[in-house]
Every structure is written in structure tokens, then in C-alpha cells.
């Protein structure tokens, strides 16, 4: 078929609408492709441990700020411990976000240094735990000074921390072993997105952002 002068003006014409149209489509796909990619590797799935010991340590600091003042031993043991654990968390994070954009270069399962940091970790999350617990189970036995009565009403509710929800304190070592193995293997440039992803989604607050 012979072409004329009018057809192909108007190739001329639709030729960069179609190249544009088609530039845009690629532009959606390769986002979508991105969001895909980010909500695909199920970070949310294997950070729940975190989560979940996250919410139960910030369940008592503020009940330690609701019960103790500021100058009492027990709040500050509390805080001290708290902070201990904010720490070393923050150490454990940063082993597995550098874990993550090693990749396989990196064998996290032999490297004795996140172990430590890791068990580390564990013990001191263990701790505040334990001492929280039994500092508020000690407050609600002993009566204030010169009432001659327990604290009741609003000051301690009806149910023990214990009871509104059970401890969770992380298995450290494992979830980030679990973390690594799921991403060890993709390409440089989406390790290190998941890894800030990872730090952004799994940070604890400080004692001073709690119940503030």
C-alpha cells in the first residue's frame, strides 16, 4: 500500500503521543513494580515478634510512670534497665540491616558478633521485663504511706499487666536470621531499601516518647 503525504503527516503527528502514552505505562508498571517488590517480601509477616515485644515493654513503662514517681528507686531501676535494652535493640538492628545489604557475602549464621548482640539483646529485654513485673506487683501490696489501705480505683486497674497481655520478649537471634535468609539473595540496590525499610519499620522509642 502506497503511502501519501497525508499519512504520513500523520504518523509524524501520533508517533510521540504514542511514545509518551507508552513511556507513562512504563513508568506505572515499573512502580507498581517497586510497591510489588516492597510489600511482597513480607517484612510485616517476620517483624511481628518485634511488634509484638515492642508493645509489651512500652505496656510497662507506662504503667511504671502511671505508678512510681520520678524519684522513686523502683521508676528509676526501671528506666535504667529500659534503657539498657533500647540500646543494645538498637545495636541488634544495625547487625541486621548491615546483614542484609552484605547479602551472601556476609554468613550471619556464623558470625559470632551478632550472636552476642543478639543474646545480648534477649537478656536485657528479659530483665526490664522481669523487673517491671514485679515492681508493679509490689506497688499494688503495699499500702500508701499513712492510708493504711492498698492503691485501688484508678490508680491500679483490675487486671495485672500480666493479665491484659502476656510477655513477649523476642527471640532475637532468630528473627533476624529469618530477616537475612529472605532477602540474602536479591539484587544490591533492593537489599539496601528493604534494609532502611527494615529499620524504619521495627525501631523502639525512647522511655521519654512513652505515654508522653
Same mark, same amino acid.
Request: hydrophobic content about 40%; glycine content about 6%; some cysteine.
Given at each position: 500500500?502506497?503511502?501519501?503525504?497525508?499519512?504520513?503527516?500523520?504518523?509524524?503527528?501520533?508517533?510521540?503521543?504514542?511514545?509518551? #502514552?507508552? @513511556?507513562?505505562?512504563?513508568?506505572? @508498571?515499573?512502580?507498581?513494580?517497586? @510497591?510489588?517488590?516492597?510489600?511482597?517480601?513480607?517484612?510485616?509477616?517476620?517483624?511481628?515478634?518485634?511488634?509484638?515485644?515492642?508493645?509489651?515493654?512500652?505496656?510497662?513503662?507506662?504503667?511504671?510512670? %502511671?505508678?512510681?514517681?520520678?524519684?522513686?528507686?523502683?521508676?528509676?531501676?526501671?528506666?535504667?534497665?529500659?534503657?539498657?535494652?533500647?540500646?543494645?535493640?538498637?545495636?541488634?538492628? #544495625?547487625?541486621?540491616?548491615?546483614?542484609?545489604?552484605?547479602?551472601?557475602?556476609?554468613?550471619?549464621?556464623?558470625?559470632? $558478633?551478632?550472636?552476642?548482640? #543478639?543474646?545480648?539483646?534477649?537478656?536485657?529485654?528479659?530483665?526490664?521485663?522481669?523487673?517491671?513485673?514485679?515492681?508493679?506487683?509490689?506497688?499494688?501490696?503495699?499500702?500508701?504511706?499513712?492510708?493504711?489501705?492498698?492503691?485501688?480505683?484508678?490508680?491500679?486497674?483490675?487486671?495485672?499487666?500480666?493479665?491484659?497481655?502476656?510477655? %513477649?520478649?523476642?527471640?532475637?537471634?532468630?528473627?533476624?536470621?529469618?530477616?537475612?535468609?529472605?532477602?540474602?539473595? $536479591?539484587?544490591?540496590?533492593?537489599?539496601?531499601?528493604?534494609?532502611?525499610?527494615?529499620?524504619?519499620?521495627?525501631?523502639?522509642?525512647?522511655?521519654?516518647?512513652?505515654?508522653?
Amino acid at each position: 500500500m502506497k503511502r501519501t503525504p497525508f499519512m504520513l503527516l500523520s504518523m509524524i503527528l501520533v508517533l510521540p503521543t504514542v511514545c509518551i #502514552a507508552q @513511556q507513562k505505562a512504563e513508568q506505572t @508498571q515499573d512502580k507498581a513494580q517497586q @510497591q510489588n517488590d516492597q510489600q511482597g517480601l513480607g517484612l510485616p509477616a517476620q517483624t511481628a515478634g518485634i511488634t509484638e515485644a515492642r508493645l509489651s515493654a512500652e505496656l510497662y513503662v507506662t504503667r511504671i510512670k %502511671k505508678t512510681f514517681k520520678e524519684s522513686d528507686s523502683d521508676y528509676q531501676k526501671a528506666k535504667d534497665l529500659y534503657d539498657e535494652t533500647y540500646a543494645k535493640y538498637g545495636g541488634w538492628v #544495625a547487625a541486621v540491616s548491615l546483614a542484609i545489604k552484605a547479602g551472601d557475602a556476609k554468613n550471619l549464621r556464623k558470625d559470632s $558478633e551478632y550472636k552476642r548482640i #543478639a543474646t545480648e539483646t534477649h537478656s536485657t529485654n528479659q530483665a526490664f521485663i522481669a523487673f517491671a513485673k514485679d515492681a508493679l506487683k509490689r506497688a499494688t501490696a503495699v499500702p500508701p504511706a499513712g492510708t493504711g489501705f492498698g492503691m485501688t480505683g484508678g490508680d491500679i486497674p483490675k487486671k495485672t499487666v500480666q493479665e491484659q497481655n502476656a510477655d %513477649k520478649i523476642a527471640k532475637w537471634k532468630d528473627i533476624g536470621l529469618a530477616i537475612w535468609d529472605a532477602i540474602k539473595k $536479591e539484587q544490591i540496590d533492593k537489599r539496601k531499601t528493604l534494609a532502611d525499610m527494615f529499620e524504619n519499620q521495627v525501631k523502639w522509642r525512647a522511655w521519654e516518647q512513652i505515654g508522653s
